[in-house]
């Protein structure tokens, strides 16, 4: 292959990857979606083939609000709602599904298309092995996490939550990174190496916070100490550690949650800040350009938490702040690539 061939190669699949991460972003929001409207375990069986198809009948439509008034969820929280109503939580869980399968197939075709037509270099083709390999997870994942609400408890396990939002968002950084990479040359910036490794810095911290996110939803911690910028009265509020052993109030105390969750984002805001004007100071313009972009979305990310938790985090509120994250997320992995080496 001569480097004009190798080149649009590159292009065509970077191309293919950046569809694909659009795809995996609208399944994140819509996973929100589904999490804000307790939507999750509407659908109490996991059929990867023939799950694609919803309901054709007034039978079907029965059998699955059957199915799902068998477990504690409809018992304890939605005793004696409709069937009307239960077709409301049922679609949302069934995008979320049909987007799943719609993701497996946008990665899966192109994929042996670029393999057969030999247009994946040898150096690329465990790379895009691994991203499918992580898809066909992040579905199992996924049925594993639903599985944990359908016998002992009201909703799902804040665990499975989080280690499932986490493989997705792990499963987007991945493409994305590769993706730009693969999209064509560029300039390596003339910046110190200070600059650099705090560009790379704010990925896993962002990271980071998105993954205490998780854990406030699956806490339900955003719908308590609605006041801001104290809690209960406090800026460190009492019974931080009220659990034992002590550990165990990071993960199961929606109080040290929400409180953990604030704590990241003022961090994640003096880093993007100070970063922002250490990228003002260093001389590069496409530095400071993507380090503006950068700084004013986790800025507008920080309102927008503080809006959604003053408001008792309504649906439209809560998926926005989480696109929001998902925007910050990317324009971080974006900023640290330009400003890599490699």
């Not at 649009?8 to 994140?28: D, N, P, T, Y």
């Not at 054709?56 to 009307?84: C, H, R």
């Not at 955003?222 to 034992?244: D, Q, R, S």
Request: charge should be positive.
């Amino acid at each position: 292959m001569n480097e004009a061939s190798l080149t649009a190669s590159r292009r065509q699949i970077a191309i293919w990857l950046f569809g694909v991460c659009g795809l995996v972003f609208a399944m994140v929001i819509v996973g929100g979606l589904t999490r804000l409207t307790e939507s999750g375990l509407s659908i109490t069986e996991w059929k990867p083939v023939m799950g694609a198809l919803p309901p054709l009948s007034d039978a079907a439509w029965q059998d699955a609000f059957q199915k799902y008034q068998q477990i504690p969820q409809y018992e304890i929280v939605n005793k004696g709602m409709t069937l009307a109503d239960f077709k409301s939580i049922f679609w949302w869980e069934w995008s979320h599904r049909l987007l799943g399968r719609l993701i497996g197939f946008a990665f899966a075709l192109p994929f042996l298309w670029f393999l057969a037509t030999r247009k994946i270099e040898r150096r690329l083709a465990p790379q895009l092995a691994v991203m499918f390999v992580l898809g066909g997870a992040q579905g199992a994942l996924g049925w594993w996490m639903v599985k944990s609400g359908l016998s002992d408890r009201v909703d799902v396990s804040q665990y499975r939550l989080v280690a499932h939002l986490g493989l997705a968002t792990a499963i987007y950084a991945y493409m994305l990174w590769v993706a730009l990479g693969l999209w064509g040359e560029r300039k390596v910036l003339a910046v110190s190496a200070g600059l650099r490794r705090s560009a790379l810095a704010l990925v896993p911290l962002v990271f980071a916070q998105m993954m205490l996110g998780g854990f406030v939803a699956g806490l339900k911690a955003g719908y308590i100490y609605n006041t801001w910028p104290l809690i209960n009265g406090a800026f460190v509020p009492e019974g931080l550690f009220a659990h034992e052993p002590w550990w165990r109030n990071f993960f199961e105390s929606a109080l040290t949650a929400q409180f953990d969750h604030r704590m990241l984002a003022y961090a994640v805001a003096v880093l993007a800040l100070s970063h922002w004007i250490a990228a003002r100071l260093s001389g590069s313009a496409q530095a400071a350009q993507s380090a503006t972009w950068l700084a004013v979305a986790v800025l507008v990310q920080v309102l927008l938490g503080i809006w959604a938790l003053i408001e008792v985090v309504p649906v439209s509120l809560g998926a926005a702040h989480q696109a929001g994250a998902m925007v910050v997320f990317t324009l971080a992995i974006v900023h640290a690539r330009r400003l890599s080496r490699a």
